[in-house]
């Protein structure tokens, strides 16, 4: 099993090479590979640390000097009144492309951005995705992680999110695949199933521990 959130670069990601297994096969090369057919990833991605943007940098507007208030990785006036992943603005059958939803946590701060190439309301529960882009962002509004599903179904009553098709995770410092995965919105936790494959292509970040000494 293997766990990891995004964050600071000094606790993100903490893979234990110390274990007894840790150093064999080739997982322990920088950029080498691990493939377990139907392992079982368990990933954690804790959205309410990955990212603080300043309320006024969403709801603050002056009159005729409208800046841009969200950085380049953040759509500048979207606010959680608007559409985001809880309130997707789609009747039931129809289907919209090119669609954008922010996801906010309970303070109001965008903690991630899903970006569908087509979005469809299945039912009043339900609505499905097809090249779905989700990214995630740093307290300092920079990417993070990216999570790309080529088919999906979102239960809008548990708001989690299923695919039975190959998924890929990718970070500037690994890459995770798995045919299937199952992601609850809420808690940020998910599950890669079957055909798990993770190349590390810059370990440093994996094994780095935090600085004590002041």
């Not at 920088?30 to 990955?50: A, D, E, I, Q, T």
């Not at 899903?114 to 995705?129: K, N, S």
């Amino acid at each position: 099993m293997l766990l990891f959130h995004s964050g600071r670069s000094d606790e993100v990601g903490a893979i234990d090479l110390n274990r007894p297994d840790a150093g064999r096969g080739n997982g322990e090369r920088r950029g080498g590979s691990m493939n377990r057919p139907y392992l079982c990833f368990v990933w954690l991605v804790p959205f309410l640390l990955s990212i603080a943007v300043p309320s006024n940098h969403l709801f603050a507007q002056s009159k005729g000097n409208k800046k841009k208030q969200a950085r380049a990785a953040v759509t500048p006036g979207v606010s959680p009144g608007e559409q985001s992943l809880t309130n997707i603005p789609l009747p039931i059958g129809h289907e919209a492309k090119g669609l954008v939803l922010p996801d906010f946590d309970a303070e109001g701060h965008l903690r991630g951005r899903f970006e569908a190439g087509t979005a469809h309301r299945i039912d009043q529960e339900h609505v499905g995705f097809q090249h779905l882009k989700i990214t995630t962002y740093t307290p300092e509004s920079q990417p993070d992680l990216q999570i790309n599903m080529h088919t999906s179904v979102l239960d809008l009553k548990t708001r989690i999110l299923k695919s039975q098709e190959r998924t890929t995770i990718q970070r500037a410092d690994f890459n995770i695949e798995g045919d299937s995965v199952q992601f609850d919105t809420n808690t940020k936790t998910g599950r890669l199933i079957g055909n798990v494959k993770m190349v590390i292509t810059d370990k440093s970040h994996l094994t780095a521990k935090p600085n004590t000494n002041e």
